[in-house]
């Protein structure tokens, strides 16, 4: 909200490394209102909070420069990709430096054989795919943003393929890391698998920037399947949708893409991206494989569909047709936002156990039932992930109160399951205190983590937890 | 080698210690000659070394006064699970007390619509996929030995699966782990996934004990395929094998295990188990799926393989002839140590990019070709992963010498290429000159998490690198 105070505050820049700045950036040290503006928003319910100046790196020596003369001024650095994070990750909370990486973006290599490349970290990734098409091969995660994949390495982001081909701790084989001391390490070789030492990679996914600074990132790689089917699905009631899920997955079909979506869902999707589909519980699929074993698939889950109630079962290898339906999946945030106008959207992320899903929607269902607020339920079912947006009204702060308060039942509902507060947003500002009650003495270990690797408190600080 | 001594030495049990842990653990607390061997012995070539004592602990209290205990009296404490680790993981080279988890060893739960269980450290990979038959879920790792799951995970094992199902980094959805303070943690919750801070999961998963002591494992279980067959192909060439693995991969063809033998691996197989397939490089195939879904890869598969100089493609759905195949597998370890008696062996565990593969081998099989001491070549191709097995005559002092000059030309072969000196057996204590090659300054920021977790250097002291 505006006019947060964060504990531990902030200081202007001294002027020396200004100067200093000024000399090795020149105009890629920025400190105009419109740019910090930029870098100081966010994506969801927080207020803006500006850094004291913006450096844009073009390289890795770079950031090696600019983790120097910081450390020695003492002045925060705060990593900076396409700013799509919906938990305040990137909020400069303590001022200094917004890093932005984004014109680190070349893809350095493709190595179509080992089904892996290397890029910079500002690379997004609809341009990576773009750069990939006519090899043969595609990156799957998907958040729904066009993020940078130094950024969605950060949050550990996954999105719409989880389901099949996991989250960005399976998709990244090696990152280079700039430490807060200014070296510049590698955490892994290009081998698919290796038992060597201490997994780093995996602990530097999900870091959102507090350990070190990402400036090079090896992905996994996916041929892109012979056939390519979506489907779309309208159930009586929610449970049958879930149900469905859990039932194809326990057949073993190896969903590509399985999203949920609510009737209200459904309706603002229908009236922010102009489509006609029936307002009801909603499961949009896809399928890859050959195109025996995508028939294969599409009937078993019609058949499993039809048993819980589903009914119109629509699919269809059309590319033109797929790329309507996900694109309207994507804009799903933004339409669920403007359900009503000006407002500002609040998106939670909780994920449980699938065993438990219905049951938790169900009583999440309940609880929105009792308020005013519009939302919409939408999420990554196949995982167990779902998302709540809220479409609040900026000048009625109860309204804000009330969200919390459902969000504080929600994350409290889905820890009693043994689920986490967060799939795939990670902490930021935002979930601090659920961190701890999600896993208590173990954020112990995480802080000594940090204050090993940053004992200076450099790198994004503030974020995950205090120290 | 007999006699090595390990920097850093070891000093007798304290008295007062001693008492402690007999008043503690009774009859647990053991220190006979036949204990400590079975402690202190290596599958691979390293010399015996005894732990002081042992304790059988049977809860994570246990664990937790063992610590305290030891913690006080500043005596090492070494994970031990069945022992199976070929790179002296497990090796009390500082002395200390050996813990055995191996009396922890029951399946606490099963939630099979979640697709995991919860199991004790001590339960083998064996005995839980029986324990899981009658609910039609498996669990995919398959290093091969019927390792412990706390030991497979301190590893971050992986083997004949891995190609389809991942390596332990993938399997083990949350861990309850004892600190070096006693504390104890659990690192995630049960939800698929989770963007909830640093990934400590991942960081204990192959740390080979040295963080924290594995109390409890939750596990990603998969659904047993309706069909599963094998097929096992004859090649005119080792290049031919390696190229159909490369392109059954890039045509898509989700191959649940792939393993190559070379032709002497093949004589030693047939001879340890009396079988009479072709001595002439092969490959082992395992295809999961629906029936349709495995009869196309197969034919895929069969189509390439005859591409690529393969002959004899025979496959089956059969149970008994699957059993057959894998467990001629699983002892080809033994069969090709033991083609001269007496002998032990020494496995090699590099791994590359599956672009590099085949002239990784190919480089390997002419230096093999220059040495008389017998080996083999056995590997999981499909990850680019092979091991070179030596059978090496005890009372040949010289011929220790010879195989560690090929192994190091191996390592640095596999590094030159972007690989790992290590695909699934760990560091431990036979490879820490290589993890410095191999990783650089990044070791520097695991021994800051090991100094930090550990500042008494209580845990495994001197595995991975020596602080």
């Known amino acids: 909200m505006a006019g947060t105070v964060y504990p531990g505050g902030r200081k202007p820049l001294p002027a020396d490394l200004v100067g200093a700045l000024e000399q090795r950036f020149g105009d890629r040290f920025e400190r105009g209102q419109a740019v910090l503006g930029q870098h100081g928003a966010s994506e969801s319910h927080f207020a803006p909070v500006l850094p004291d100046a913006v450096v844009f790196a073009l390289s890795t020596d770079e950031v090696v420069a600019l983790v120097t003369l910081c450390s020695a001024a003492d002045v925060p650095i705060v990593p900076f990709g396409a700013g799509t994070s919906i938990e305040g990750n990137a909020l400069a909370i303590h001022g200094g430096i917004s890093l932005d990486m984004s014109r680190m973006d070349r893809v350095i290599a493709v190595h179509a054989e080992d089904f892996d490349c290397v890029v910079q970290p500002g690379v997004r990734r609809e341009e990576l795919n773009l750069h990939l098409r006519d090899q043969g091969l595609f990156f799957p995660i998907d958040p729904g943003a066009n993020a940078t994949i130094g950024g969605m390495a950060s949050t550990r982001a996954s999105g719409t393929n989880a389901v099949r081909y996991g989250t960005m701790k399976d998709a990244v084989l090696s990152l280079e890391v700039v430490t807060p001391q200014g070296k510049v390490i590698r955490t892994a070789r290009r081998a698919r698998k290796s038992a060597a030492g201490y997994d780093l990679t995996r602990l530097y996914v999900g870091s959102e920037g507090t350990l070190g600074i990402i400036t090079e990132v090896t992905l996994r790689l996916h041929p892109v399947p012979d056939t390519i089917s979506a489907a779309v699905c309208s159930f009586a009631t929610l449970p049958g949708a879930v149900d469905t899920v859990v039932q194809a997955i326990q057949c073993a079909v190896p969903l590509a893409r399985v999203e949920i979506l609510d009737k209200k869902q459904m309706a603002a999707v229908n009236r922010w991206s102009k489509l006609d589909y029936p307002e009801a519980p909603t499961l949009f699929f896809e399928f890859h494989g050959s195109a025996n074993h995508v028939a294969e698939q599409v009937e078993t889950v019609k058949m499993l569909a039809e048993a819980n109630g589903g009914s119109d079962f629509a699919w269809s290898n059309r590319p033109e047709e797929r790329t309507k339906l996900w694109r309207a999946r994507h804009e799903a945030y933004y339409a669920a936002v403007n359900m009503r106008a000006g407002a500002i959207g609040w998106a939670t992320d909780v994920c449980v156990p699938m065993s438990r899903l219905a049951e938790c929607i169900a009583e999440t269902y309940t609880d929105l039932e009792a308020s005013t607020i519009p939302s919409t339920i939408l999420g990554h079912v196949g995982d167990g ?34 689920g986490t507060c967060t799939g795939e947003h990670g902490i930021g500002i935002g979930k601090q205190q659920w961190l701890v009650a999600e896993l208590g003495d173990a954020v112990g270990q995480m802080r000594l983590i940090k204050r090993a690797f940053d004992p200076q408190n450099l790198l994004n600080p503030g974020k995950i937890f205090a120290l």
């Open 385 to 418: 992930n779902f998302h709540v947006v809220f479409s609040i009204d900026p000048n009625a702060p109860e309204e804000m109160k009330e969200v919390e308060a459902i969000n504080a039942r929600l994350v409290e509902r889905a820890l009693a399951m043994d």
